[in-house]
């Protein structure tokens, strides 16, 4: 997992340079990363974007303890990951498994913090594994609701069109990343999700 590493250290610089410690961390693959305005959409939350280019869950999991090493006391985490790994012909179970490995770490480190995770969203230029996303999206769905502060964040079905095919507006020229559009339905759905954004967060800064 070489390739990742000019990206996290770009991360290390980041948190390094943070004037506060941040309450509601976003982590994951590039669908976070190039999330233009997310840090100041959330500014009242002490916000960080923790994405990184092209990740997978496999690696959210593998550089936790890199990542969140000078990460402090979060109040929240949402996640976005595991689009990469089935694109990378993983099988769902093991996606499965990745997003349990990684909330044990969180619960490690963090203890009883809210967690939640945005679902594999539907893309275009993926569409040929539409199954195996909806199947890892179920099954993780069902881990989230076995504990109070796990919450899933279903995304799927509002970038669906009246004829169950992934919206062209959401999606950049690529067919795969989020169109500013795709991000402002996003937000719209996590505004919706009150347990991602405890009031006892709410700082302004």
Known sequence: MFWYHEDLERLEK???????????????????RLWEGLVQTYKDYKPVNLGFGGS???????????????IKKPE??????????????????????FFENLLLKIR?????IPCSYISIKPSISRWYLSGSIRYTNSNIKEICLKD????YVNIYDAM????????????????????KKGYRLWEQILKKHKEI?????????
């Open 148 to 151: 109070p502060n796990f919450h």
């Open 160 to 179: 669906l069109d009246e004829n169950g095919y992934p919206k062209g507006e959401y999606f950049v020229e690529d067919g795969l990343h989020l169109s």
């Open 14 to 32: 980041e948190i390094n340079a943070l004037e506060y410690d941040p309450k509601l961390v976003f982590y994951g693959s590039s669908s976070i």
């Open 76 to 97: 929240a985490i949402v996640i976005y990951a595991g689009d990469n790994d089935l694109g990378d012909q993983r099988h769902p179970e093991e996606v499965v498994l």
């Open 197 to 205: 954004f405890p009031e006892k967060i709410l700082v302004k800064m």
């Open 108 to 112: 490690e480190k963090y203890g009883d």
């Open 56 to 70: 997978t869950l496999g690696a959210c999991t593998w550089f936790f303890e890199r990542v969140f090493e000078n």
